[in-house]
């Protein structure tokens, strides 16, 4: 939502600061503090600052940038390293951010998720920003779950640090302002999404809003649905999908669909419309035998189909999550980025979803570096992947302890993705609609789905001022209305489209600027 009066003021906090030392001062108060293991909600032996600096940036403003560790009970498991970033003039809100993938690496705080760009920062609004690396380092072997071979750290990892952190920024707010903050919204997108999901199922009384972009909720459903994915890609002769015939797909699938929504634009809005209209047997080869790049044989085309339905999981995971959702392989999914792999073996660079599934699937179930995942049947090991779904999950859809304390969620999903599937957060709003109704639900969630938008690709990369959306809402009791996004794409930048509540999808009129978000209205 564009708020030219609150935009103003933000690029008058990043960019006409009166000079003061201010910052400086309040920020070697706080270097080498401690908290003390009693002020953090969960068991942990306490957290130190490591360096307070005093930052001046032209979007940020000035903040006193903390860094510091949450000290494990385990001492061998890895510490929490945490980030906090405290704004000369605070708004007296709090906002935290997810990590993404398999985290590992520091959330610095200073950028919001796929902003508006012409919405100031969080820290120029006057937002404390903290995020944290989930508890352990990046594999720099590659190998991204190697860190869950420890228990405290995989418990971390499944949400536990996320209340750790919470704690310890709070701790640092009121040592810096005397005082807690009066809003503490969360904002995340992929393994972030998940976490939004965590701190609302777990912590619901520590947040008054979370944006959730692309939530990986049910983690442990997604990995063994990308093992069995690859399994079936890699274990079938003929069976895997090399990049050049992914883009002949991708082409046919944009040469029937592209202008079903009343616009020849490069992005399928009328996802339904579309699945109606393709046919991937069109692109079958002479005979069904493998011709060449131009053709897709019986054996590619029965992988995409496996893509294009649920996967059974063969066992009942949190929330009773049996199967996981269908993939937009035939709705122009973004395969650009991720594909099928370079090579008909896994180990000559692996699908991503298999890639990703096999670290769930060696760490976490099977707790064994060399196990073959390709060999994996989830029947067999029921009892590890719920161990492992009760301890990283948030798959649960009774929030009402987070709607009994006001609390607001703002959903999104591009409909390209394939890294985490947009139906599968359809599959979870419409458990949230069964429990709660649409007219309840209504009043504390709103699910959209962004036309052409992939995992942070896609022909059309959103841009959007979901803080301002939730603030407005948590803060001042204005409800979302009709939302607006801009594409950020280099090639496309600036042009603007409406982000419709599901099942709604932008239409174009037919008359007015293509790249004008006024010329398309949400239909269902």
Same mark, same amino acid.
């Given at each position: 939502?564009?708020?030219?009066?609150?935009?103003a003021?933000?690029?008058?906090?990043?960019?006409?600061?009166?000079?003061?030392?201010?910052?400086?001062?309040?920020?070697?108060?706080?270097?080498?503090?401690?908290i003390?293991?009693?002020?953090?909600?969960?068991?942990?032996?306490?957290?130190e600052?490591t360096?307070?600096?005093?930052?001046?940036?032209?979007?940020?403003?000035?903040?006193?940038?903390?860094?510091g560790?949450?000290?494990?009970?385990?001492?061998?498991?890895?510490?929490?390293?945490f980030?906090?970033?405290?704004p000369?003039?605070?708004?007296?809100?709090?906002?935290?951010?997810?990590?993404?993938?398999?985290?590992?690496?520091v959330?610095?705080g200073?950028?919001?998720r796929?902003?508006?760009?012409?919405?100031?920062?969080?820290?120029a609004?006057?937002?404390?920003?903290?995020?944290?690396?989930? &508890?352990?380092?990046?594999? =720099?072997? @590659?190998?991204? /779950?190697?860190? *869950?071979?420890?228990?405290e !750290?995989?418990?971390?990892?499944?949400?536990?640090?996320l209340?750790?952190?919470?704690?310890?920024?709070?701790?640092?707010?009121?040592?810096?302002?005397?005082?807690?903050?009066?809003r503490?919204?969360?904002q995340?997108?992929?393994?972030?999404?998940?976490e939004?999901?965590n701190?609302?199922?777990?912590?619901?009384?520590?947040?008054?809003?979370?944006?959730?972009?692309?939530?990986?909720?049910?983690?442990?459903?997604?990995?063994?649905?990308?093992?069995?994915?690859?399994?079936?890609?890699?274990r079938?002769?003929?069976g895997?999908?090399?990049?050049?015939?992914?883009?002949?797909?991708?082409?046919?699938?944009?040469?029937?669909?592209?202008?079903?929504?009343?616009?020849?634009?490069?992005?399928?809005?009328?996802?339904?419309?579309?699945?109606?209209?393709?046919?991937? &047997?069109?692109?079958?080869? =002479?005979? @069904?035998?493998? /011709?060449g790049? *131009?053709c897709?044989?019986? !054996?590619q085309?029965?992988?995409?189909?496996?893509?294009d339905?649920?996967?059974p999981?063969?066992?009942?995971?949190?929330?009773?999550i049996d199967?996981?959702?269908?993939?937009?392989?035939?709705?122009?999914?973004?395969?650009?980025?991720?594909n099928?792999?370079?090579?008909p073996?896994?180990?000559?660079?692996?699908?991503?979803?298999?890639m990703?599934?096999d670290?769930?699937?060696?760490?976490?179930?099977?707790?064994?570096?060399?196990y073959?995942?390709?060999?994996?049947?989830?029947?067999?090991?029921?009892?590890?992947l719920?161990?492992?779904?009760?301890?990283?999950?948030?798959s649960?859809?009774?929030?009402?302890?987070?709607?009994?304390?006001?609390?607001?969620?703002?959903?999104?999903?591009g409909?390209?993705?394939?890294?985490?599937?947009?139906?599968?957060?359809?599959a979870?709003?419409?458990r949230?609609?069964r429990?709660?109704?649409?007219?309840?639900?209504?009043?504390?969630?709103?699910?959209?789905?962004?036309?052409?938008?992939?995992?942070?690709?896609?022909?059309?990369?959103?841009?959007?001022?979901s803080?301002?959306t939730?603030?407005?809402?948590?803060?001042?009791?204005?409800?979302p209305?009709?939302?607006?996004?801009?594409?950020?794409?280099?090639?496309?930048?600036?042009?603007?489209?409406?982000?419709?509540?599901?099942?709604?999808?932008?239409?174009?009129?037919?008359?007015?600027?293509?790249?004008?978000?006024?010329s398309?209205?949400?239909v269902?």
């Amino acid at each position: 939502m564009f708020r030219p009066a609150v935009l103003a003021a933000g690029l008058l906090l990043a960019t006409s600061i009166p000079a003061s030392k201010a910052v400086a001062a309040e920020c070697s108060q706080l270097a080498g503090r401690r908290i003390p293991a009693v002020r953090i909600g969960l068991r942990t032996s306490g957290a130190e600052v490591t360096a307070a600096t005093p930052v001046e940036e032209p979007r940020g403003g000035r903040f006193c940038r903390v860094s510091g560790l949450i000290h494990p009970v385990d001492r061998s498991a890895p510490d929490i390293e945490f980030r906090v970033n405290l704004p000369e003039r605070w708004n007296g809100k709090a906002l935290h951010i997810g990590g993404g993938g398999y985290n590992g690496a520091v959330v610095n705080g200073e950028l919001a998720r796929f902003p508006n760009p012409a919405t100031p920062t969080p820290l120029a609004l006057g937002y404390v920003t903290f995020g944290s690396d989930s &508890g352990h380092k990046a594999d =720099p072997g @590659g190998d991204a /779950a190697r860190f *869950a071979l420890n228990a405290e !750290a995989l418990a971390n990892f499944g949400g536990d640090q996320l209340k750790k952190t919470h704690d310890v920024a709070v701790a640092l707010i009121v040592a810096r302002y005397g005082r807690g903050p009066r809003r503490t919204y969360f904002q995340g997108n992929s393994q972030g999404g998940h976490e939004g999901f965590n701190v609302i199922q777990r912590w619901p009384q520590d947040y008054d809003g979370v944006i959730a972009i692309h939530p990986v909720y049910d983690f442990t459903a997604l990995q063994t649905a990308g093992t069995l994915l690859g399994q079936a890609m890699y274990r079938t002769p003929g069976g895997w999908i090399p990049p050049e015939k992914a883009q002949v797909l991708d082409a046919a699938v944009y040469r029937t669909c592209d202008e079903l929504d009343g616009l020849k634009d490069g992005v399928i809005a009328n996802v339904r419309g579309c699945r109606g209209a393709f046919r991937v &047997g069109s692109l079958r080869c =002479p005979e @069904g035998r493998d /011709a060449g790049p *131009a053709c897709l044989s019986d !054996a590619q085309i029965r992988t995409l189909e496996a893509f294009d339905r649920e996967t059974p999981l063969g066992v009942a995971l949190q929330g009773g999550i049996d199967r996981f959702a269908r993939w937009p392989v035939f709705e122009g999914a973004a395969m650009r980025r991720f594909n099928f792999g370079r090579g008909p073996s896994p180990s000559q660079g692996p699908a991503f979803v298999y890639m990703m599934g096999d670290q769930m699937v060696r760490y976490m179930a099977m707790r064994n570096p060399t196990y073959d995942s390709l060999g994996f049947r989830p029947t067999e090991h029921a009892a590890a992947l719920r161990r492992v779904s009760d301890l990283v999950d948030a798959s649960l859809d009774d929030i009402s302890a987070f709607e009994r304390r006001g609390g607001k969620l703002l959903l999104m999903h591009g409909t390209v993705d394939m890294a985490v599937t947009p139906y599968n957060t359809v599959a979870y709003y419409e458990r949230l609609l069964r429990r709660f109704g649409e007219p309840r639900l209504r009043r504390f969630v709103r699910f959209y789905l962004a036309a052409g938008f992939g995992h942070g690709d896609g022909p059309f990369q959103v841009g959007w001022d979901s803080l301002g959306t939730l603030d407005a809402w948590v803060d001042e009791g204005r409800a979302p209305g009709p939302q607006v996004v801009v594409d950020t794409a280099r090639e496309t930048a600036g042009r603007a489209m409406p982000l419709c509540e599901y099942p709604a999808w932008p239409r174009y009129d037919g008359r007015g600027a293509p790249r004008a978000a006024a010329s398309f209205a949400c239909v269902r």
